[in-house]
DNA sequence: CGTAGGGTTTCCAGCAACAGGAGAGTCAAC
DNA sequence: GTTGACTCTCCTGTTGCTGGAAACCCTACG
């Protein structure tokens, strides 16, 4: 199938596709005379485990390891929970610090009156160095 | 004060200082006859504030705009309030992704049982179009 | 058979928000 | 007067694409 079949089958734009094809993440299957990438079942099934991986906010470069596990019938588990492992502490520590982010911030728009005068905490709390002061 | 000197008091990399006078985000009171950018307290405090507004994920944009409402003598809170609100709705937005994405990473990696065979369901929830099958 | 429309190819630019480095000028101290 | 630190501008690279231009290809219609 061409590029478009396969971005419909996958859930990827063509761009996407296609950038990964050049990158070298997701090769075509073949070419036509013509140079018309040219996919299969197995290749789409690459992208779209890509698409979730990537979902799932695994890098590029994370999405290439587990490319290669997922191909690999020798490949133990192990490696696999220890990438998924990792991503899983990323994770965990944005929430940390989105969690903070937003209890600041809202204490900050809490305290703040909202109407049509100048005075405003966030805007203090902003210019202020460290936010506890 | 040199560029060095502002960039110690405001706590940003001398590199991110001379990119904020580049795009106009911050720029400095003036410049010696050679060129050299000269920072005043003023200026550090924009400086301060521009750092302070980043590190709670406003964008460049976002803290051109609240720069503006720094300034402004005749700004209202409201406005600020506004700003300051979407961009807690952005946080709490991304939180629940992050919420949702961790369970269900989380859930494959408990299944998965880590040891030298090949057999992995987070693989296997990766390759699947969608997470739930 | 010609052509109009789609699809496809390559390459180039650009997004955010800087970081790193080259090469040249500047400044203060010894 | 020369060393060494600092600064300047300009260019490239980062991550993961997205959009566009110019050119080629393929099919259908008349």
């Given at each position: 199938?061409?590029?478009?079949?396969?971005?419909?089958?996958?859930?990827?734009?063509?761009?996407?596709?296609?950038?990964?094809?050049?990158?070298?993440?997701?090769?075509?299957?073949?070419?036509?005379?013509?140079?018309?990438?040219?996919?299969?079942?197995?290749?789409?099934?690459?992208?779209?485990?890509?698409?979730?991986?990537?979902?799932?906010?695994?890098?590029?470069?994370?999405?290439?390891?587990?490319?290669?596990?997922?191909?690999?019938?020798?490949?133990?588990?192990?490696?696999?929970?220890?990438?998924?492992?990792?991503?899983?502490?990323?994770?965990?520590s944005k929430q940390r610090e989105l969690q903070s982010l937003h209890d600041e911030l809202a204490h900050l728009v809490e305290a703040c009156s909202g109407d049509d005068r100048p005075d405003c905490?966030?805007?203090?709390?902003?210019?202020?160095?460290?936010?506890?002061?």
């Open positions: 199938m061409n590029i478009s079949a396969a971005s419909t089958m996958c859930g990827l734009p063509v761009k996407t596709v296609r950038y990964y094809a050049d990158i070298g993440l997701v090769v075509p299957a073949s070419r036509t005379e013509a140079g018309y990438r040219l996919y299969d079942d197995e290749a789409v099934r690459r992208l779209v485990f890509v698409r979730r991986a990537r979902e799932f906010g695994f890098s590029i470069g994370e999405c290439r390891e587990l490319l290669g596990l997922y191909a690999d019938r020798r490949r133990s588990s192990a490696d696999v929970k220890r990438i998924a492992t990792r991503r899983l502490r990323q994770i965990a905490p966030i805007i203090d709390g902003l210019g202020r160095r460290h936010s506890g002061e």
